[in-house]
């Protein structure tokens, strides 16, 4: 009967924790996701929050590895 807890507790983890791995993913990536490789020379810098962003053409941008990610204020 101890065997038979411990192997259904394993078993519940096991199914509990892998399915939070599989569905995480960051709330602020769309399905649409836009990345632009280079800033433009008539782009702006704003400061919100002492975090840097880029402004042109309406949109604001965030810079990350990968290059200019829009973002939504």
Not at 26 to 47: C, G, L
Request: charged share 20%; glycine share 6%; net charge positive.
């Amino acid at each position: 009967m101890k065997n038979l807890l411990t192997i259904l507790l394993g078993f519940t983890l096991l199914i509990l924790s892998s399915s939070c791995i599989s569905t995480a993913r960051p709330s602020y990536i769309e399905s649409r996701t836009v990345i632009v490789k280079k800033v433009p020379k008539n782009h702006k810098v704003v400061y919100v929050k002492g975090h840097k962003y880029y402004v042109w053409g309406g949109k604001q941008y965030k810079q990350t590895r990968k290059g200019f990610l829009v973002v939504k204020f």
